[in-house]
Structure formats: C-alpha cells, structure tokens
C-alpha cells in the first residue's frame, strides 16, 4: 500500500511524525518530511537515510499558506506529486485559562487548525488526481475537554469538525480522508510539557496512561490501511473514548474527582 508512494509528512523531522516517517520508509514509501528547523530535518534524514530509506526534506511554516503552497510545488517539481499527505506538525501550550494570552490562543489555532487547513489547500490539486490519502493528526483532546488545554482544545477540536466534514467532500472524489486521535504519548512536546504544566493537567490527561510512540505509529498505520475513518491508537484508549461519548456524564465525574484531588485554588 505505501511502496513508491509518495508521502508527506508534516512535523516530519521530531516525535510521531518522524517516527512513522521512519517506518513508512522502512515499507519503501518516498517520505517527504516538513518542518521549520532545518537542523532538525537535516538529522531526521540521516536517520532515515541510515535505514535505508528515500527521504527528502523541505524547511517551511505550515500556518503561512504562502510559505506551504510554494513547497509543494518545489515537492512536485523535485520528487513527484504526493500521493498521501500526513499532518501531524502540531503545537501545544498548556495554562490555566484566565493566565493565557489572547495571542497564546491565536498561535495554537494559526499552527494546529490553519497549518492542516493550508496544507491540505496546497497538495489537494495533486492528491485528488492520485486518488490519494489525507491523515490528519488531532488529539484525544480533539474529542474531550481537558483541563489547562483550553487553547489545545479549541484548535483539535477545530480540526476534528474540518475533518468530518472534508471526508464527506472527498469520498465522491475518491480521496480517503482519516482522523487520528492519539492521547498522550512520549516525544520531545510531552518532555516540554512536563517541565510547565499544571498539577491539575496532568492529574487528568493521565487518566488514561501515556503510550509509547511505536504503539502510536503501529496503530495509525494499522487503520490508515484497514480503511478506518477515526483512529484512535491505544486499545485502552479506543475503550475509554468509546465509554466517553455514550457516557459523558461519567466521565466528567470521573474527571472533576481527579481534578479536585490536586486542585490548587489560586484565588483568581
Ligand atoms: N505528544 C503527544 O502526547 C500527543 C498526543 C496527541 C496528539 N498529538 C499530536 O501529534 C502531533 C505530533 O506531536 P509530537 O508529540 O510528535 O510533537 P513534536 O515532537 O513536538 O513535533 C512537532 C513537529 O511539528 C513541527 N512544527 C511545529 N510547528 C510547525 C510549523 N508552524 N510549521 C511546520 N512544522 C511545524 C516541528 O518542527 P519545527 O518546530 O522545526 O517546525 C516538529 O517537527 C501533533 O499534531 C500533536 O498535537 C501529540
């Protein structure tokens, strides 16, 4: 399913991206990797170039359309039109609500929304004629609220409702569109986090435990071909979805007792 194809991966050059570039090229996939730091692509390349793998990289902004759109192009021009396009270049900030800036709220939205939303304006011309794949990367907190991610939130919940109703646009053009909602899992965002976040964040996004990455990356592949809409890797993680959206009201009592235990009152 993926050899020869070409596939780009946005936030390709770190954590889940680079990871199922990794194994995507391992599969003999042209992965084709997007990110801003070229110092961190650079290395991402030599990684996958040490297995073997065809990789190219491309240094740009996914929340500037102009920056995205031009290098797609170069990607036509230089490797071939992409086949998949995988967005998983993402951003997190975590706070409580009443601390975080208006532009806080803006620069995740700019990145975690608009970053897909351009991506995907700039390859669809040539995934529609492939009959291509577009994965888009949001969050378990893409379907739940969770405390301190009133700003990571808005912008995955965003993409959910772009996703569900892009699938709709895209089937009769015979492109596949998937959503994955991982929950939390170790790379360099979460080892940021860690040092920052508030107890009451981590009290309840541990809810459900953290997964390794290679449990993220098998799962999304697994469902990107068996075809599925919604991935969302981590067995325990698909049952605790599941028992969220049929009972809510469970799991905001669960989540308020958890929430209470750590709770810092800051007398705002
Ligand atoms: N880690 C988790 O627990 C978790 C859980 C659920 C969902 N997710 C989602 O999974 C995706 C990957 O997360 P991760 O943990 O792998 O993150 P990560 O290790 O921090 O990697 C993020 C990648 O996105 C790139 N990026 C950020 N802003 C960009 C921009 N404006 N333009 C182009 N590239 C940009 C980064 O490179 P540069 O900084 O060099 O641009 C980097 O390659 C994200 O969408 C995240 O929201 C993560």
């Given at each position: 399913?993926?050899?020869?194809?070409?596939?780009?991966?946005?936030?390709?050059?770190?954590?889940?991206?680079?990871?199922?570039?990794?194994?995507?090229?391992?599969?003999?996939?042209?992965?084709?990797?997007?990110?801003?730091?070229?110092?961190?692509?650079?290395?991402?390349?030599?990684?996958?170039?040490?297995?073997?793998?065809?990789?190219?990289?491309?240094?740009?902004?996914?929340?500037?359309?102009?920056?995205?759109?031009?290098?797609?192009?170069?990607?036509?021009?230089?490797?071939?039109?992409?086949?998949?396009?995988?967005?998983?270049?993402?951003?997190?900030?975590?706070?409580?609500?009443?601390?975080?800036?208006?532009?806080?709220?803006?620069?995740?939205?700019?990145?975690?929304?608009?970053?897909?939303?351009?991506?995907?304006?700039?390859?669809?011309?040539f995934i529609i004629k492939r009959n291509g794949r577009i994965v888009n990367?949001?969050?378990?907190?893409?379907?739940?609220?969770?405390?301190?991610?009133?700003?990571?939130?808005?912008?995955?919940?965003?993409?959910?409702?772009?996703?569900?109703?892009?699938?709709?646009?895209?089937?009769?053009l015979g492109v596949k569109v998937h959503l994955v909602c991982p929950s939390?899992?170790?790379?360099?965002?979460?080892?940021?986090?860690?040092?920052?976040?508030?107890?009451?964040?981590?009290?309840?996004?541990?809810?459900?435990?953290?997964?390794?990455?290679?449990?993220?990356?098998?799962?999304?592949?697994?469902?990107?071909?068996?075809?599925?809409?919604?991935?969302?890797?981590?067995?325990?993680?698909?049952?605790?979805?599941?028992?969220?959206?049929?009972?809510?009201?469970?799991?905001?009592?669960?989540?308020?007792?958890?929430?209470?235990?750590?709770?810092?009152?800051?007398?705002?």
């Amino acid at each position: 399913m993926f050899k020869g194809k070409n596939i780009v991966i946005t936030g390709g050059s770190s954590g889940l991206g680079l990871a199922t570039a990794k194994e995507l090229a391992a599969r003999g996939a042209v992965v084709i990797l997007i990110a801003r730091n070229k110092e961190k692509l650079e290395a991402a390349k030599n990684e996958i170039m040490k297995i073997g793998g065809s990789v190219h990289v491309f240094s740009s902004d996914v929340s500037k359309i102009e920056s995205i759109t031009e290098t797609f192009k170069k990607i036509e021009a230089e490797v071939g039109p992409p086949d998949i396009l995988i967005n998983s270049a993402g951003i997190l900030r975590e706070g409580y609500f009443d601390k975080l800036p208006v532009e806080t709220f803006r620069e995740v939205i700019e990145t975690n929304y608009f970053g897909v939303l351009n991506s995907i304006k700039a390859a669809l011309p040539f995934i529609i004629k492939r009959n291509g794949r577009i994965v888009n990367i949001s969050s378990v907190a893409g379907l739940m609220g969770v405390f301190g991610y009133t700003t990571y939130c808005s912008s995955k919940f965003a993409l959910v409702g772009l996703t569900e109703s892009l699938r709709y646009e895209m089937k009769p053009l015979g492109v596949k569109v998937h959503l994955v909602c991982p929950s939390e899992f170790a790379s360099p965002m979460t080892e940021h986090l860690n040092d920052t976040r508030t107890p009451e964040n981590k009290a309840h996004t541990l809810t459900i435990p953290e997964y390794d990455i290679d449990t993220m990356v098998k799962d999304t592949i697994k469902g990107i071909e068996k075809g599925k809409f919604l991935i969302v890797p981590g067995k325990f993680c698909r049952l605790t979805i599941l028992g969220a959206r049929h009972f809510p009201a469970i799991t905001r009592f669960v989540s308020d007792f958890r929430i209470r235990q750590v709770f810092v009152n800051r007398n705002i």
